[in-house]
């Protein structure tokens, strides 16, 4: 079992940024696709960006060019940095961790950009 803990979330003004954090219980050197999904009030959680263990990114459109997902080995984290951030990227935001056919998700932190 692996408990994924995010922090980093709070109240932002548009144009500003965040760096979140998925810090995961133990060593997250062989997991494979991790990714972080974001879920809006009345909508279905949606994917933000993928990293895989080769190191290789994919970004939904909404997040291109604005948002970097890197994953540190070492300190068994995962992040999302979001720059240029819109009221329209509030939500809540849960990293996943994924090893072969188990998945992990972490518990969820809120970002509000808000004026």
């Known amino acids: 079992q692996v408990q994924l803990v995010e922090s980093g979330g709070g109240l932002v003004q548009p144009g500003g940024s965040l760096r979140l954090s998925c810090i995961a219980s133990?060593?997250?050197?062989?997991?494979?696709?991790m990714g972080w999904y974001r879920q809006a009030p009345g909508e279905q959680r949606a994917l933000v960006a993928t990293?895989?263990?080769?190191?290789?990114?994919s970004y939904a459109d909404s997040a291109k060019g604005r948002f970097t997902i890197s994953r540190d080995n070492a300190k068994n984290t995962m992040y999302l940095q979001m720059n240029s951030l819109k009221p329209e990227d509030t939500a809540v935001y849960y990293c996943?961790?994924?090893?072969?056919?188990?998945?992990?998700w972490g518990q969820g932190t809120q970002v509000t950009v808000s004026s």
């Open positions: 996943k961790m994924s090893i072969l056919d188990r998945h992990y």
């Open positions: 133990r060593s997250i050197f062989s997991f494979g696709a």
């Open positions: 990293i895989l263990r080769s190191g290789t990114t």
